[in-house]
């Protein structure tokens, strides 16, 4: 706009329209038009994997989840499915999901340059992370990335993104993850058996093919788990990804082992003491509480003493039993340290000075330690000096 101000200015007589005719033409501001690549791959050669955050309703509320996908590169078959969030234990998840479903695996899974599989470096250069290059290794793949910038490289998977958005998740509402999940499931069963113009087949048809050509997957595929240790609450709770799953009272503090998988999450004290619950999926702060750990009606459930000082007052001297329950009522100071400064006169001065002192303060209802130790003191002042006064007195003679 700027430039046809100036040459009109000057003298020149032309539209706008034609000025911007003519910088296209001439290539002028513009950059140039590169025709798109294409990829040509052989079946079972290679599938691509990556993630897109998308909003979906789940249980009345809009949520924003991650979207994991997984395309076979030949034949098209698509399979996605959602997550709340999408961690190196999801991905695993995921994959071994992916890969059941499909039954085989490709020589090679491409990805998007993810901190979820990559340690450092990009494209060509890329290390993976030893946890997820042995997890590839067990399942008989291994993760490639795509140079930097170079999206058409991942164009197999980044497509189905736009068509699950507009399509898919158009109009539809789940009940939880479950829900959703399990129809996504049978919508990618449908659209693999439907015609695609792109391709002018039916993915489902060109899989028949690579079906033959994909590495089979070992007989045994093992429980993807995340192993965490915890320690039980004072409410007989254990935590995990800020959800609260019961264990029996008699674990209060204890130590244990929480092994977290797909749809459970066993939490192990020893070999002996396992509890098992059903995996919450959404970070929610919700609360699982087996009905074996609710304790009966009316029951109150026994807590260790809170003042351990208590029991070693009592235990040392048991004439005191009752000032320390009466002082634990009407002392003026925190219960815990009222009964550690008391413990403290007990060790320090005389036996008997001190139960005298005690027994006079609970007569008259004296609960201010202060005032005790100065009645202790008064009692066992002539003891504490007598001999510093029989030097005085010897000094003196001298």
């Not at 924003?64 to 034949?75: D, G, K, N, P, R």
């Not at 539809?172 to 919508?187: E, I, P, S, V, Y």
């Amino acid at each position: 706009m700027r430039v046809h101000e100036e040459l009109t200015a000057s003298g020149a007589v032309l539209s706008y329209q034609a000025l911007t005719a003519f910088c296209r033409r001439s290539g002028i501001g513009q950059e140039p038009i590169v025709a798109s690549g294409r990829y040509h791959f052989e079946p079972g050669e290679e599938s691509q994997h990556d993630t897109s955050p998308h909003h979906i309703v789940i249980g009345g509320q809009k949520l924003l989840v991650q979207t994991a996908s997984i395309v076979l590169c030949y034949s098209r078959i698509l399979f996605f499915q959602f997550y709340p969030t999408f961690q190196r234990f999801d991905c695993k998840v995921f994959l071994t999901d992916a890969l059941r479903s499909i039954g085989g695996v490709t020589e090679r899974v491409m990805i998007d340059n993810t901190h979820v599989v990559v340690l450092r470096g990009t494209g060509k250069e890329m290390v993976a992370v030893p946890e997820m290059v042995a997890f590839a290794d067990r399942l008989g793949f291994h993760f490639v990335a795509h140079e930097r910038g170079d999206a058409n490289r991942s164009a197999r998977v980044e497509r189905p993104f736009w068509f699950i958005e507009n399509n898919f998740l158009a109009g539809r509402t789940f009940t939880d993850f479950a829900d959703a999940n399990a129809q996504a499931r049978g919508w990618c069963d449908r659209v693999n058996a439907t015609y695609k113009k792109h391709i002018r087949a039916i993915p489902r048809e060109l899989f028949a093919i690579e079906r033959t050509r994909l590495r089979s997957l070992p007989a045994w595929i093992p429980e993807v788990y995340r192993l965490v240790q915890r320690t039980v609450d004072v409410e007989g709770y254990v935590t995990v990804n800020t959800n609260r799953y019961s264990v029996p009272v008699s674990w209060l503090g204890r130590r244990v082992e929480v092994r977290e998988s797909k749809d459970k999450i066993t939490i192990e004290l020893d070999s002996r003491s396992i509890v098992t619950h059903g995996r919450i999926a959404q970070p929610l702060g919700q609360r699982a509480m087996l009905e074996q750990h609710r304790p009966p009606r009316g029951a109150r459930v026994a807590r260790p003493d809170p003042h351990p000082e208590e029991q070693l007052l009592v235990t040392a001297a048991p004439e005191i039993a009752a000032y320390v329950t009466a002082l634990k009522q009407r002392g003026s100071k925190v219960t815990t340290l009222a009964l550690r400064q008391l413990l403290g006169l007990l060790r320090e001065y005389p036996r008997d000075a001190f139960l005298a002192a005690v027994a006079e303060a609970a007569h008259y209802g004296l609960y201010d330690l202060d005032r005790l130790e100065r009645m202790i003191l008064r009692r066992v002042a002539r003891d504490f000096f007598m001999l510093e006064r029989s030097h005085q007195r010897e000094d003196e003679n001298d």
